[in-house]
């Protein structure tokens, strides 16, 4: 690396131009699109394709309903005059664009962008580049959408609003995209660690069934004709109203809704306020950079301690008879079975996929079943509804058996295991899991609401061990059949490596 510096008085070091910088964004931009292209190439990307051509429509009608409700909102605030109300649109995209970001992870790429660090490149071309890799992800592109509909809808009610709408627009969607970027990398920073990866599982946990309870409980929809609790929320945000007002969404509406009032210099004084936030958000997240780009590792290997590592066994240590080998697994089984049933055990305990949709669904019938309890009403689905609600959460792991191995999946070909006692403690897990939720489900309903009559638990049962055996088989065989393999980038990384000097 000692090549790399820029001294233009040295004719065996050149000066790094603005040529080879353009060449390298080039070089990243090919990368991407051939790591998007050779996707469909390999094996099952005909069926990929096939899925995104039926999702992406599905996904851009959900989208387009906050969009236009974003552009049709500000239409009329500004043309009723009511810009007052500015910050519920604002607030409301903010909240989208962190809704989108939790739940439409971004596409998992088979190259990992830290690895251009080894080619010649400075710290500002490599956050530049960590910056515009992944821009154009699903949460930046609805969330950017929403706000030039808003600013359209301004701008149609109020032309003379329009130029300094769509400055205050931009910043703020700038500072949105900082921010999304910021708190990603940090998240990762922190859940590098096990214990604060398992303290951040269950806050997602609680807070997305907090959120369901809340909605539940005070949206005036599921009421039916009892006490509405809407307006509790109404005092509660009236209360933290003057913060909220401190804060992006916040500012960003109050410098539009000042400068229509002609208040230029509480206008002004709210752009340089959600600006300096954006930059705050920058600095944090080129801070982080800043870290990695120096060599910072946040495997969670890196972070563990040296007590829990794994130890290389000592010379005089003899190995256990071969005969013990079977004798001491869980309830009669093989010991290999039985430490693959412990391995999938931990696996449930650190997935938060796995916890959240085996609590969930437990969690949404114990609210419906209070409220059915209460209203006094009975019906025979009920419980068979319920269970297969819960059947979803847990079913659709069976699809991906090994993806929670990871690159773990490299010593069941290497050790004397056999890959059907592998799968048979994935489907063990699968089906005790659904059986517990059965019984769960059962017992929520006898004590919330009415006991379901026999006939129909039965059946119920029944099916479930039928789709239970019949989802693990096509399960099994999709994990088998479905592998995943590299993407070749030899062209892109070609270039990048040319533009040394």
């Known amino acids: 690396m000692a090549g790399l510096t820029n001294n233009a008085s040295d004719p065996r070091n050149p000066t790094w131009t603005s040529a080879q910088s353009r060449a390298q964004f080039a070089a990243l931009a090919q990368l991407r699109w051939c790591i998007f292209r050779n996707a469909f190439r390999r094996k099952g990307g005909v069926g990929e394709l096939i899925a995104r051509i039926l999702i992406v429509p599905v996904i851009a009608v959900i989208a387009i309903f906050p969009i236009l409700g974003a552009g049709f909102g500000a239409y009329l605030l500004a043309s009723t005059d009511r810009l007052a109300m500015l910050s519920a649109i604002t607030w409301g995209v903010f909240l989208l664009w962190q809704l989108v970001v939790l739940n439409i992870s971004a596409p998992g790429l088979s190259f990992d962008i830290n690895t251009i660090i080894r080619f010649p490149l400075s710290f500002p071309r490599y956050l530049t580049a960590r910056l515009f890799f992944g821009l154009l992800s699903a949460a930046n592109v609805i969330g950017t959408l929403a706000l030039i509909a808003a600013d359209i809808g301004i701008g149609i009610a109020k032309p003379s609003l329009a130029p300094w709408t769509t400055l205050v627009?931009?910043?703020?969607?700038?500072?949105?995209?900082?921010?999304?970027?910021?708190?990603?990398?940090?998240?990762?920073?922190?859940?590098?660690?096990?214990?604060?990866?398992?303290?951040?599982?269950?806050?997602?946990?609680?807070?997305?069934?907090?959120?369901?309870?809340?909605?539940?409980?005070?949206?005036?929809?599921?009421?039916?004709?009892?006490?509405?609790?809407?307006?509790?929320?109404?005092?509660?945000?009236?209360?933290?109203?003057?913060?909220?007002?401190?804060?992006?969404?916040?500012?960003?509406?109050?410098?539009?809704?000042?400068?229509?009032?002609?208040?230029?210099?509480?206008?002004?004084?709210?752009?340089?306020?959600?600006?300096?936030?954006?930059?705050?958000?920058?600095?944090?997240?080129?801070?982080?950079?800043?870290?990695?780009?120096?060599?910072?590792?946040?495997?969670?290997?890196?972070?563990?301690?040296?007590?829990?590592?794994?130890?290389?066994?000592?010379?005089?240590?003899?190995?256990?008879?071969?005969?013990?080998?079977?004798?001491?697994?869980?309830?009669?089984?093989?010991?290999?079975?039985?430490?693959?049933?412990?391995?999938?055990?931990?696996?449930?305990?650190?997935?938060?996929?796995?916890?959240?949709?085996?609590?969930?669904?437990?969690?949404?019938?114990?609210?419906?079943?209070?409220?059915?309890?209460?209203?006094?009403?009975?019906?025979?689905?009920?419980?068979?509804?319920?269970?297969a609600y819960s059947l979803l959460g847990v079913a659709i792991l069976s699809y991906n058996g090994l993806g929670m191995d990871g690159p773990g999946v490299q010593f069941y070909f290497v050790s004397p295991t056999r890959i059907r006692d592998v799968f048979l403690a994935k489907n063990l897990i699968g089906f005790l899991l659904t059986l517990i939720e059965f019984v769960l489900i059962f017992g929520i309903l006898v004590f919330g609401a009415h006991t379901p009559p026999p006939l129909i638990a039965v059946a119920t049962l029944c099916w479930l061990l039928f789709a239970t055996f019949t989802n693990g088989a096509i399960g099994n065989l999709r994990s088998l059949s479905a592998p995943k393999k590299s993407t070749c980038r030899r062209s892109a990384a070609h270039r990048l490596r040319n533009l040394a000097p």
């Open 169 to 387: 627009i931009f910043v703020f969607a700038l500072a949105n995209i900082f921010f999304t970027r910021m708190a990603i990398t940090w998240v990762e920073r922190w859940l590098s660690t096990r214990r604060a990866s398992e303290i951040f599982t269950a806050l997602i946990i609680f807070g997305s069934l907090g959120f369901q309870y809340i909605n539940l409980s005070f949206n005036p929809a599921f009421q039916n004709g009892r006490v509405n609790k809407f307006p509790v929320l109404i005092k509660i945000f009236k209360r933290l109203r003057p913060v909220a007002e401190l804060l992006p969404p916040g500012l960003a509406a109050t410098s539009i809704v000042s400068s229509a009032q002609a208040r230029h210099f509480n206008a002004i004084a709210s752009l340089l306020g959600l600006a300096a936030f954006g930059c705050i958000f920058l600095v944090i997240y080129a801070w982080r950079m800043n870290r990695e780009f120096h060599g910072e590792n946040l495997s969670r290997v890196a972070h563990q301690p040296l007590a829990t590592r794994a130890r290389s066994p000592s010379r005089t240590s003899r190995p256990a008879p071969a005969t013990t080998a079977s004798t001491n697994g869980l309830l009669g089984m093989s010991s290999t079975l039985s430490a693959c049933l412990h391995k999938e055990l931990i696996y449930l305990r650190r997935n938060t996929n796995q916890l959240y949709g085996f609590i969930a669904p437990l969690f949404m019938v114990s609210i419906f079943a209070s409220r059915i309890g209460a209203s006094g009403t009975s019906d025979s689905l009920i419980f068979p509804a319920a269970v």
